[in-house]
């Protein structure tokens, strides 16, 4: 079933008009947030937190048939949409708090799909206290796009990013890997509570979270960080049916990858499980110098993974 | 000629690979902007302003054969797709700082058009001091489509909205109207500076910048106001060869429609003269009592103008 024919008679966004598609979108965008004037604004004007945070800016995009199939559930797209830039913050230890979004649809789709869309992006920004503050939107001859972008704040000491990862760090990773593209890309939660509280209790050197799959993320880490890193495979925390090619190849796991002392570790270990039983992690391996041998990125996104010393 | 069969055996972006490519276009984005990291990291961590002022958020997008022809060239594309949120800004008196760029493009499409359009947006920013300080690539089947975000801040007594024009303000229109189509629509220089100066000179009530056509944008903001609205229709300023009917209703002008009080009518045409000989600005009517006859949004855009009162 495709998506402009899955709805049974509703009306077509041609039939409504940006005005009242944005005001009904935007319904729910309170006063509270918006500093001045009303959602549907040329902009939305937000009153700062404390001025000692660092700002911190995303955005991202889903695709029909790219980042999810032809006949996925609206309020699956929007979910998607909202927590794919939100896993950064997660990857940024930061706090997210206010989002944009650009749709871009085809005239002839249902009005009811986009409430439905803005039903899971709605959801899934409540999940994390961030206020939609405005939004755009476009038609277009092709597929539907969805463009979210988020502001939000961090404390300058407990940002971090991929560059700070050293020579004989451990690397862990949170949850499990594989095989995410049955059901997982569409609901998961990203990892932002646990990234505040690992940025709270330790020193976390480098940090990402996992969407183009290990075998692709861990190199960018290892990149950025200037440093080279050993993995062993056996290691990986799989998830029910996936093989270790599945966990290092398909990617949309969301899941955070981060390098920390291994002076820290058992600390680490045994205060994550009181605090997140329900949240495997699992040190996968370490980071050392960097080889005269470059770690080689293959075709179509495999990495030579197990890097040559 | 298509997009696509634009280039000259140039590299295809499939070829290149999305790191690449996001490199290649964050080059200019310097260490002084972002506040930790590098660009191409999960989330741009900037260091803000003082912070008494407000935070300015605007998402806008362009998708080809919507905002532009097929065959427009890459660098008016970049241009437009930087300066439609710029002139959002413009509209709120704010200062823009800090540009995301999201591109969903056709993964044929070469790389040199890739290249321009980010020479396009880069110098739209630059004109501003705007830094691009985060992108997001994505492919797609369809239609080029750009999204920019933008974030910046405003004094919290001179944010303006739509929402505060009054019944007895003169509206003025800068610049003049009609016929962007044509040309303007790819080349438009946002009025953030003559929005900035009439905020830090005069209590302006009300503005928006026209996007849509004056047809559609002034009832918005007599809407957003809650009054209505009279317009001589014989004194807007129309660019050359264009109609009334041009100036009511094609949009694309970027130019601002602003309420201000009558009593500041002399002295804002002084000054503005010799502030900014080369743009007109001209009043072209005036906010009135809503009369109960509301004014009626036609087929098409087209407004019913002259509101009966």
Redesign the interface.
Known sequence: MSLRASARGGIRLNKL?E?RLLREILRGVGTKTL????AG????????R??S???????????E???FAAGTNAFAVGWKAMMRPLS??A??S?LPE?A???L?VPEQLQVAWVRELYRGLRRAANRFRVSI????T??????I?V?T?V?GF?E?DR?V???GGRAGDDLFVTGLLGCALKKKHLNFVPRIHESRWLTENFSIHAM??LSDGLGTDLP?LAR?SKVGFKIDTNKLPLARGATITDAVSEGEDYELLFAISPRDRRRLQQHWTKKFPNVPLTQIGLLKRKSRIEDR?LGGGYVHFQQSS
């Open positions: 008009g005005d500093s001045r004037g009303a604004d040329d902009c939305a004007v937000v009153k700062m404390e001025c945070k660092l700002l911190v800016l995303k955005t991202d995009c889903v695709v048939r790219v980042h950064d913050f990857a940024t930061a206010f944009l979004v650009t871009v503050v405005g939004g755009e476009s038609s277009t001859r092709g597929p796009a463009s972008s502001a961090v300058p940002a990013s991929r560059c990402l979270d960018r950025s990125t």
